[in-house]
């Protein structure tokens, strides 16, 4: 059986590394790693990869791999770093990576690169059958480990499953069959897999996690692996309650990964996009030089005190070179009614974004003022920040990240699934960049996205950037 053969192979792999690295080192690297990171994270692991699995509706699981056993070789070019980060651009939860080398031709040097080159968790893809294999995915970078029952006692299950949580790393289980599931749901598995292919012969049958699904209760996550080639596949799990899937050969084996995500993903409603923060000339011929499909919607013009700040009479200028169809958003901090009323008028601006504290009172004397559309900026740290905002009067909510001392412009981004529940048309920002976008928009659903240091090289507007978000947001 192929599945024993590995194993064997897997123990001698080990026993090997005890050697050159002993088990007393490893451990101790694993612990330190651990320890700063629960310094960093305020005495809590973040446990990355379950996070990213709970935050959408399908999450995927987008799998690094060069060979397979049934298979043989997937992949003759394996340029594996620009793999992973087109994984991530195309939306993915998380990474699978590889590492067995003897029959999928795996490294840990793979996942050691990729985890440094990406932000959405990686999955050390192996055959662990040692706590030694456990220190050492912490200590090569992994977020999760991978632990199947087919190979692993109940006592053993539940011992590395306890040595991995007191590392930060969490655990995918992965069962094959109803007697599995229990096992795994005695040692208290928080994700659990079903591996639609049979370990013990390969074989593949894609309705097995159907089947499958009904033994986990909700509060586990459930991945369905192997076998999933088609939205019709993918549709299938979701009927099912199935929101996660660990995908490899579908993905590895297309050169526009990114299209072969979309397709079985879903199509996401048309996004509307804002460039903000322009402020020289040569920032609005980018705008301009765009192919028409690919022009933003808005551009935004910031007048409160920041680096991208202009007056009234750059913004003024700058906009009388903008090609019309492409609307004038005005970002304001706690700036007088009349003021913002004044400036709409004279650049003109379509759009009044409130970033301040400015309150439903403020919004609705504004409106008297002005025919431009009024935009209110909600920083969120909560979900009650997003339900206090749910009937402003506001045209447009443009949710940002929360930072202490900040308005916008931060850099970083927020729990998306906080948006899930709110219903009406928004706009969604922070920290969005080619990387995170594509992921942002389906979990979130905004009506539109907005961009500012995300598109720029040394704080300057980077033609290249811009481009390569607008080509994410639009096709």
Request: with cysteine; charged share 25%.
């Amino acid at each position: 059986m192929i599945l024993d053969t590995i194993v064997a192979a897997t123990k001698a792999r080990v026993a090997k590394l005890k050697e050159s690295v002993p088990l007393e080192l490893i451990k101790a690297k694993a612990e330190v790693i651990a320890r700063a990171e629960l310094a960093k994270q305020g005495g809590q692991f973040p446990f990355a990869f379950e996070k990213a699995l709970r935050a959408g509706s399908m999450n995927f699981i987008c799998e690094v791999k060069k060979a397979s056993p049934s298979k043989g070789v997937i992949a003759e070019d394996f340029p594996y770093l620009a793999i992973a980060e087109d994984y991530e651009k195309a939306g993915a939860a998380a990474i699978s990576v590889l590492t067995e080398s003897e029959f999928f031709q795996g490294a840990d040097t793979y996942l050691t690169e990729i985890a440094k080159a990406v932000q959405i968790p990686v999955l050390r893809k192996d055959f662990t059958i040692d706590s030694y294999q456990i220190y050492e995915a912490k200590v090569i970078g992994a977020s999760a480990i991978l632990l199947i029952c087919a190979i692993l006692s109940e006592e053993e299950l539940k011992n590395f499953h306890g040595l991995a949580n007191s590392l930060g790393l969490a655990c995918l289980v992965e069962a094959h069959s109803e007697e599995e599931i229990a096992k795994a749901l005695n040692i208290g598995a928080r994700v659990i897999g079903v591996n639609n292919r049979d370990l013990r012969d390969f074989t593949v049958d894609i309705n097995h996690s159907l089947k499958l699904r009904k033994l986990v209760p909700d509060s586990v996550i459930f991945v369905s692996e192997s076998g999933l080639n088609t939205a019709a596949d993918i549709e299938a799990l979701r009927e099912n309650g199935i929101g996660a899937a660990l995908i490899g050969e579908r993905f590895m084996r297309v050169a526009d990964k990114g299209t072969a995500i979309a397709e079985l993903y879903g199509k996401v409603p048309p996004v509307k996009a804002k460039i903000c923060g322009l402020k020289r000339p040569e920032d609005i011929a980018l705008i301009n030089a765009l192919p028409h499909e690919l022009r933003p919607e808005y551009i935004g013009f910031v007048f409160a005190p920041s680096k991208r700040q202009v007056t009234c009479i750059e913004s003024k200028t700058l906009a009388a070179h903008l090609v019309p169809t492409v609307k004038k958003a005005g970002i304001f901090v706690n700036e007088s009614l009349e003021v913002m009323a004044k400036l709409a008028i004279a650049v003109p601006l379509d759009v009044i974004q409130l970033s301040g504290d400015e309150t439903e009172e403020d919004i609705e004397v504004l409106r008297q003022l002005t025919k431009a559309a009024i935009w209110k900026v909600v920083p969120v740290k909560s979900a009650a920040d997003v339900a206090r905002w749910r009937d402003s009067s506001a045209d447009m909510i443009l949710f940002d990240t929360f930072v202490k001392g900040e308005r916008g412009g931060s850099g970083q981004s927020f729990d998306w699934s906080l948006l899930r529940d709110f219903t009406k048309p928004f706009m969604l920002a922070g920290g969005l960049n080619i990387t995170n976008v594509a992921r942002a928009m389906r979990i979130a659903k905004p009506y539109g996205v907005d961009v500012s240091s995300g598109v720029e090289t040394d704080g300057v507007k980077d033609e290249r950037k811009i481009e390569d978000f607008l080509k994410i947001v639009k096709q």
